[in-house]
C-alpha cells in the first residue's frame, strides 16, 4: 500500500507564533495532496487542495494567508499555521492522491497532526 | 446543493453484524468511499464501490445502489477493536471528495 507520512504529530505552539506542518508521501508521486480540518466529533473538513507545482485551491472560508500551503515536490506538501490563535487548535490532517483523476482516486492520509495553541 | 447523510451514532453487541447506511445527492458520480477512523487517528480506506452491487472484503461488506443514492457497510463478526467512527464520501463530477459525518460505532461485550 501507499504510504503518507505527516510530521509533527503533535505540536504545542504561543498564541502568534508559526506552526509548520509537513505531508509527505514516501513511496509513490501524489501529484494531489489534501489538507483537512477536523474539530473533535466532526467530520473532515477540506481546507485546500494542494498541486504539486502550482497555487493551492482553498475552500470558501479558509484564509488563504493565514493557511499557507506550499506543494514545491511531488511528494512533499506544508502547510504553514501563520500568526496562530487558541481557536486555530485542531487536528489538521492530509491525504494524497495517486495518479491521476482518472483513477479510482483513492485518498492516503497521513497520520494527523493535533495543534493547541497556548 | 450536495449532501451525505449517515447515522449519527450506532450501537452493537460483539460477535453479531451491523450495517451502517449513507444515502447521498451530490454533483455527478464516481465512486463512493467507507474510511474507518478512531480517535484521534487519521481514517483508514476501508472498501469503494463505483458500480451497483455488494463488494466483500473479509469482515466487511460494502453495496451501491446508484439508481437510490445509497450504499451501506457491513460489518459481520463485530470485534472490541470495530470500535470506530466510520466515514461515507463521494466522488463528485470534478473528482472531488463530499464527505458525510461519520457514524460512531458503539461495541459492547
Known amino acids: 500500500g501507499a504510504v503518507v507520512s505527516q510530521h509533527p504529530s503533535r505540536v504545542i505552539c504561543k498564541s502568534g507564533t508559526s506552526v509548520k506542518i509537513e505531508c509527505r508521501s514516501l513511496?509513490?508521486?501524489?501529484?494531489?495532496m489534501f489538507w483537512y480540518r477536523q474539530f473533535p466529533k466532526q467530520s473532515l473538513m477540506l481546507m485546500a487542495t494542494?498541486?504539486?507545482?502550482?497555487?493551492?485551491?482553498?475552500e470558501q472560508g479558509v484564509e488563504k494567508d493565514k493557511f499557507l500551503i506550499n506543494h514545491a515536490s511531488l511528494t512533499l506538501s506544508t502547510l504553514t499555521v501563520t500568526s496562530a490563535h487558541p481557536e486555530d487548535s485542531s487536528f489538521y490532517i492530509c491525504?494524497?492522491?495517486?495518479?491521476?483523476?482518472?483513477?479510482?482516486?483513492?485518498?492516503?492520509f497521513g497520520e494527523g497532526s493535533r495543534l493547541t495553541v497556548l | 446543493g450536495q449532501n451525505i447523510d449517515q447515522p449519527t451514532e450506532m450501537t452493537a453487541t460483539e460477535g453479531a453484524i451491523v450495517q451502517i447506511n449513507c444515502t447521498y445527492q451530490?454533483?455527478?458520480?464516481?465512486?463512493l468511499f467507507w474510511y474507518q477512523q478512531h480517535a484521534g487517528e487519521a481514517p483508514t480506506f476501508l472498501s469503494y464501490?463505483?458500480l451497483d452491487g455488494l463488494e466483500e472484503k473479509g469482515r466487511f461488506s460494502s453495496f451501491l445502489s446508484r439508481s437510490k443514492g445509497y450504499s451501506y457497510l457491513l460489518l459481520k463478526e463485530l470485534q472490541m477493536k470495530d470500535s470506530a467512527s466510520y466515514l461515507c464520501?463521494?466522488?463528485?463530477?470534478?473528482?472531488?471528495?463530499?464527505w458525510g459525518a461519520g457514524t460512531k460505532l458503539i461495541i459492547k461485550p
Open positions: 491525504s494524497a492522491r495517486k495518479g491521476t483523476s482518472g483513477d479510482t482516486g483513492e485518498l492516503f
Open positions: 513511496d509513490f508521486q501524489a501529484t494531489t
Open positions: 494542494s498541486n504539486e507545482g502550482s497555487k493551492a485551491t482553498y
Open positions: 451530490t454533483s455527478g458520480f464516481n465512486g
Open positions: 464501490n463505483v
Open positions: 464520501a463521494v466522488m463528485d463530477s470534478n473528482y472531488q471528495l463530499i
